[in-house]
């Protein structure tokens, strides 16, 4: 028996651990796309967001009251329409949405819905960051496009 024995990687064992190496690479490549997102498009996801949820809070009746959405610099405003105290703290279902501070809003800057979930008012909004822009649209049906 000789004094030492020498051990390694058979050719197969490298293939093998290069071949698993190249799909695990390979899968988080393909992902990778959605976590590398910008500022501008998590902001835009939080104004349709908030949209939404103003629409769906009206429709659905909650606490028998209009809904808003207000659009400021470097925030978004989500008010019951009749218990809107600017001074006051947003607590219950009211909502501030904190977004970026070079973000900026243009267009309409406020829309409420009514109980039917119809607008107050239809048209553009657009969000400014930096060098980049989004566009979104509400039409007079409540409907929202971007």
Sequence with gaps: MPAFSMRAFTLIELLLSIALL?????????????YGRGAIETDFDSAVDAIRYAQISALS??????????FEKS????YE?????????????NRKIIISESASFSGINDVCFDLDGYPNRDGKIELKENN????????K??????
Aim: hydrophobic share 35%; with cysteine.
């Design 22 to 34: 190249s799909i695990i690479v390979g899968f988080s490549v393909s992902l990778y796309p959605q």
């Design 61 to 70: 009746g909650k606490d028998g009251s209009d809904w808003c959405v207000r």
């Design 141 to 146: 049906s409540g409907i929202l496009s971007y």
């Design 75 to 78: 925030e978004i405003l989500v």
């Design 132 to 139: 980049d822009t989004r566009n979104f649209f509400i039409n």
């Design 81 to 93: 329409k009749d218990s809107l105290d600017l001074e006051s703290d947003y607590k219950g279902n």
